[in-house]
Every structure is written in structure tokens, then in C-alpha cells.
């Protein structure tokens, strides 16, 4: 079997069988697509190739000067296409069973204060062309901010999730799994005013003979929502206009900054982890640390005794 029917066969078995995201197969297709140049280029392939051609390409990856991360997510795409090849048959050994992995650099998350969140929520409310643009920026930033979901969570969430003044919105995360998570009153007055608008334009296109839209933030993109990188690029404008640093602000640091928060005012880890999502309250665990370090800071900047 080619690489490319290899890693086709691969994808698709991660989809059916595992339900992977779309944006953890386009993650998986390009990091084994690079794996196969590099192979091709030394007359291999996923089917001849061996542990120390595999070692010799995380050296490679050493010496480009690519970030533990990136080796890291890389040996494990080679992991799980050659457990797959062994499972399905296609290979009579997994050479790649016994490489350990570089480890991962632990960096704690950039994250924003209190204050800067509130100048995003401003400026989300003052920003865009015509008033409904500016009821969806406030909508779209409330809800980030008061349940931290991923970007991708947010731009798909479904008509149907926010029908009805909820207190609490459903959220399908990684691999179809659903949480419940609390709406603050903002987010709630801010998704209402949204729904009233949105409902008005849906009931006007309806009456032109126009179909509908399942999502809550609809738009006329190919995927029928609006796009991440809308959103991304939206998220940098807010920032420059609430004289937030545009380097700071990314969708993730909304996330980042609601479990901060709610770290800092005694909210319970595993609570925290229920509302990102997470299945490991190890990966929840890293703002225990960003909260640390700013506890030192303080001391460092605020005590008497710190100071030279």
C-alpha cells in the first residue's frame, strides 16, 4: 500500500472509528505527509521503513529547530499510523512501539487580567458597521468569555443549543462529547439580544424563499457559520481598539483567562475541568501554576521585604 492510500486509510479509520475532529485530521495529514516526503527522499516509505530510520527523522526534526511540541505531535502520528498498519494487517511489526518521545515544553498560558477582559466586552459592544454587528461581536465575547470554549465550539454551536433563554448551554466538544456549562446573566442578556435580531433576519429570508441556517452565528461562508479565522481576525481588532496588546489577545486566552479567573476566586479544579472540557484534570492542573506565579509576582512586587 502507497503511503497516500496509508494515511487516506488511517484518517478515515480515525473519523468512523474514533471521531476525530477535522481539525485533528488536518493536523494528522500534514505531520505524516511530512514524515512521507522525508522517507521518499531516502528511497523509504511507511511500509520499508524501520526504528532507526524513524529515530534518524526526529534528529532531523532536531536539527531544523522545530519546538519539542512539534517532535512531540509528530512521533505520535507516526505511532498511530504504524499501530493502525500492525492492527489492520498491513505491517507484520510496529517499529516505531519503543521511541520515546522528546517531552513537551511546559509553558503556562498566556492569559489576560480582569481589566483587559472588560475593555474586550466594551469594545465588542462599540465595534462594527451597523447595530446588529455590534449585538453579535457582544454576543460572540460574552460567550467565550463566560463558558471558555474552544473557538471551534463556539462559531458551530447550534441554533438549537440557545433556543430559549437557557442557563445553562450545551457544548459538543472533542470527539461529540457534550457538556453543560453555567451562563452568566451578561452572556444570557447579551445571547437574548442576539436571538431577537437573529431571528428577525431569519424570518425575512424565509419570506424571500431563503433557507435557513442550523448555526447560531451564521454566515455565508461555504462551512454556513462563521470561519475561525473570521473570528480570529475580529478577536484582533477588539483588541486594538480596547488598547489591549493584539499579541496577547487570541480566542485561547479568553479560554485561559475564564479558568485563571475562576481559579482566583475559589472555584474548584474539577469544576474548571468539567467546564473546559478536559479529560484529564492533569491538563486543568497548569493554571494552578499560572495562578502561583502570579501570587510570587505579587509578593515579589507588593512586600517589603522583596524589595532591594
Known amino acids: 500500500m502507497s503511503d497516500q492510500r496509508l494515511i487516506a486509510s488511517f484518517l478515515e479509520a480515525q473519523a468512523a472509528e474514533r471521531g476525530a475532529a477535522e481539525n485533528t485530521l488536518v493536523a494528522y495529514a500534514r505531520d505524516l505527509g511530512s ?35 512539534t517532535r512531540a505531535r509528530r512521533l505520535s502520528a507516526i505511532k498511530q499510523i504504524y499501530r493502525f498498519a500492525f492492527e489492520e494487517g498491513l505491517r507484520a511489526d510496529n517499529p516505531a512501539v519503543q521511541i520515546a518521545g522528546p517531552g513537551r515544553d511546559k509553558r503556562l498560558p498566556k492569559t489576560l487580567s480582569v481589566a483587559e477582559v472588560d475593555r474586550l466586552l466594551d469594545a465588542a459592544a462599540a465595534h462594527g458597521r451597523k447595530p446588529a454587528d455590534r449585538v453579535r461581536n457582544t454576543c460572540l465575547m460574552q460567550l467565550l468569555y463566560a463558558t471558555g470554549m474552544r473557538v471551534s465550539e463556539l462559531v458551530t454551536l447550534p441554533l438549537s443549543a440557545a433556543k430559549g433563554d437557557p442557563r445553562m448551554l450545551l457544548i459538543r466538544g472533542k470527539g461529540g462529547k457534550e457538556r453543560m456549562v453555567p451562563l452568566s446573566p451578561p452572556a444570557r442578556q447579551a445571547l437574548a439580544e442576539w436571538l431577537a435580531l437573529r431571528d428577525r433576519d431569519e424570518a425575512l429570508a424565509r419570506s424571500q424563499g431563503k433557507p435557513g441556517s442550523a448555526y447560531l452565528f451564521a454566515s455565508r461562508s461555504k462551512a454556513g457559520h462563521l470561519t475561525r479565522h473570521g473570528f480570529y481576525a475580529l478577536i484582533k ?16 486566552t479568553l479560554r485561559h ?45 507588593h512586600h517589603p521585604m522583596a524589595r532591594d
Open 35 to 69: 514524515v512521507s516526503d522525508w522517507l521518499a527522499g531516502r528511497g523509504l516509505d511507511f511500509a520499508r521503513a524501520g526504528r532507526t530510520d524513524i529515530e534518524e527523522y526526529l534528529v532531523h526534526c532536531d536539527a531544523q529547530g522545530f519546538a519539542k511540541s
Open 237 to 252: 481588532e477588539l483588541a486594538v481598539a480596547a488598547g489591549v496588546s493584539p499579541a496577547k489577545v487570541t480566542p485561547h
Open 257 to 301: 483567562a475564564f479558568a485563571t479567573h475562576l481559579l482566583e476566586n475559589g472555584a474548584d479544579l474539577r469544576a474548571i475541568q468539567t467546564f473546559l472540557g478536559h479529560a484529564d484534570v492533569a491538563t486543568t492542573e497548569i493554571y494552578t501554576h499560572v495562578l502561583e506565579e502570579r501570587l510570587r509576582d505579587l509578593v515579589l512586587e
